[in-house]
Structures are given as structure tokens and as C-alpha cells.
């Protein structure tokens, strides 16, 4: 059976959201987005500075503060001006966050084996290769995107 392009990337799409909407169900003590996302790039990036943070997050230096200041507020993190440089604020996990980390860490693992129960090793093989020929793809159209805005 062939499987036209856009269902294809309607069920890529499709299942991509449905695997964020139940990890951010399950993992989240508050209700607010990116939460368990900033959490682990913090434990990843123990001491980093807030504006490394929003760079490796990929969000604007505002939007990570407020969601900071909720982490901050609820007991997850500790932010401390660097104490060279007074500008800088530097960015860790508190017992309590890492405890939070350690449940994520464990409820992604679970939920990865149960999701992938009936997936044989063949098959997770196969699907990483397709990924990585779209992954090919994407790069070099972006890369041919980025030269024609510099021509044009």
C-alpha cells in the first residue's frame, strides 16, 4: 500500500503530539509548558548561566525567566549572580528539582519501553534510518534556503 506524502507527515505529526501531550500529562506537578524541558537541560547543564540556558533551549531570554521564576517560586531551582562576573546568573537544580528530575528521568524511561513494547530492534533500526535520510534532507534544504537569502 503506498502512503502518500502528506499522510505520512499527517501521522508523524500526529503521533509527535500525542507522545508530548501524555509526557507533559503525566510529568508536570504544575501546569505550565516546558517546564520538565528546562528542568533537564539544568540537570544536563548543572551551573550554566541563564542566557546559556535560553541559547541551548532555543527560547528568548525573557520567556526562560518567567518560566525560571516559577521553577524558582515552586522549589525546583536556585538562581545566584556569578560571583566574577555580577552580570551573569547562574542557574541550578535544588534537592527538590533534582528529586523532580530523577521522577521525569524514570516516568520517560517507562513510558518509552511501554510505547515501544511490540517495536522490534529491526524496526527501530529501520525507522532511525528513515529518520536520519529526512534529517539529511531538512539539513541540506536549509543550508540551499540559507545561501539563496544571502544571494537574494
Same mark, same amino acid.
Given at each position: 500500500?503506498?502512503?502518500?506524502?502528506?499522510?505520512? =507527515?499527517?501521522?508523524?505529526?500526529?503521533?509527535? !503530539?500525542? @507522545?508530548?501531550?501524555?509526557?507533559?500529562?503525566?510529568?508536570?506537578?504544575?501546569?505550565?509548558?516546558?517546564?520538565?524541558?528546562? @528542568?533537564?537541560?539544568?540537570?544536563?547543564?548543572?551551573?550554566?548561566?541563564?542566557?546559556?540556558? +535560553?541559547?541551548?533551549?532555543?527560547? !528568548?531570554?525573557?520567556?526562560?525567566?518567567?518560566?525560571?521564576?516559577?521553577?524558582?517560586?515552586?522549589?525546583?531551582?536556585?538562581?545566584?549572580?556569578?560571583?566574577?562576573?555580577?552580570?551573569?546568573?547562574?542557574?541550578?537544580?535544588?534537592?527538590?528539582?533534582?528529586? =523532580?528530575?530523577?521522577?521525569?528521568? +524514570?516516568?520517560?524511561?517507562? =513510558?518509552?519501553?511501554?510505547?515501544?513494547?511490540?517495536?522490534?530492534?529491526?524496526?527501530?533500526?529501520?525507522? @532511525?534510518?528513515?529518520?536520519?535520510?529526512?534529517?539529511?534532507?531538512?539539513?541540506?534544504?536549509? +543550508? !540551499?534556503?540559507?545561501?539563496?537569502?544571502? !544571494?537574494?
Amino acid at each position: 500500500m503506498a502512503v502518500s506524502n502528506e499522510e505520512f =507527515f499527517k501521522r508523524l505529526a500526529d503521533l509527535v !503530539k500525542d @507522545i508530548n501531550s501524555t509526557i507533559q500529562c503525566a510529568a508536570q506537578p504544575s501546569n505550565f509548558r516546558g517546564q520538565g524541558r528546562i @528542568i533537564d537541560l539544568i540537570a544536563h547543564h548543572e551551573g550554566c548561566a541563564q542566557r546559556e540556558l +535560553a541559547v541551548l533551549a532555543g527560547v !528568548k531570554p525573557g520567556s526562560l525567566t518567567e518560566v525560571l521564576e516559577r521553577l524558582e517560586r515552586n522549589g525546583y531551582v536556585s538562581r545566584q549572580r556569578d560571583e566574577r562576573d555580577r552580570r551573569v546568573i547562574r542557574v541550578a537544580l535544588t534537592t527538590r528539582g533534582r528529586t =523532580f528530575h530523577a521522577d521525569l528521568v +524514570a516516568k520517560r524511561t517507562a =513510558f518509552a519501553r511501554r510505547l515501544l513494547t511490540d517495536v522490534s530492534p529491526k524496526e527501530r533500526e529501520q525507522f @532511525i534510518r528513515v529518520v536520519d535520510k529526512m534529517q539529511t534532507q531538512l539539513t541540506d534544504m536549509m +543550508a !540551499k534556503n540559507a545561501q539563496l537569502k544571502r !544571494k537574494g
